[in-house]
């Protein structure tokens, strides 16, 4: 398996180092992606350890947990320069399009991708990338 799988694999690792190192957007997002993966892998662990191994559910861990993936998501947003904000009214918005009489499992199993993104962007197009005014020199 290992060896049918590596034929997948980015093999132009230079290139990528490259567009790592010429672009700091991409390491804030990095940093965001791999923050937030771990933060929200301990918040589960949490609710793990109370629901299958019957330990007191710890609200404050809980908490902490929840705090440090908003913390992953405003990096997150400030190296796409929007603000938060402006995240979670695109959020709002989205999902009333996708529910717009409240949520029913016959719309959250056939979504209008099309709306939603319209409700994304206000468009229907696909947002432009911000320039990215922090490149490394």
């Known amino acids: 398996y290992a060896a049918a799988a590596s034929v997948t694999a ?7 180092t490259w567009r790592m190192v010429e672009n700091t957007r991409a390491i804030d997002l990095q940093h965001a992606a791999l923050g937030l993966t ?11 350890k109370h629901l299958f191994y019957g330990q007191p559910l710890d609200f404050v861990n809980l908490v902490e947990e ?7 998501v405003a990096l997150a947003a400030a190296a796409l320069d929007v603000p938060l904000g402006e995240v979670l009214a695109r959020n709002v918005a989205k999902l009333r399009a996708r529910y717009p009489g409240g949520f029913t499992e016959a719309a ?3 979504r209008d991708l099309p709306a939603e993104r319209g409700a994304l962007d206000g468009s229907g197009a ?12």
Do not use: H, Q
């Open 10 to 16: 980015a093999g132009d690792y230079d290139a990528i």
């Open 38 to 48: 771990s933060e929200a892998g301990e918040f589960a662990d949490a609710l793990k």
């Open 66 to 72: 929840l705090g440090d993936v908003c913390w992953y």
């Open 108 to 110: 959250a199993t056939t």
């Open 126 to 137: 696909a947002p432009a990338a911000p320039p990215d005014d922090r490149t490394a020199t």
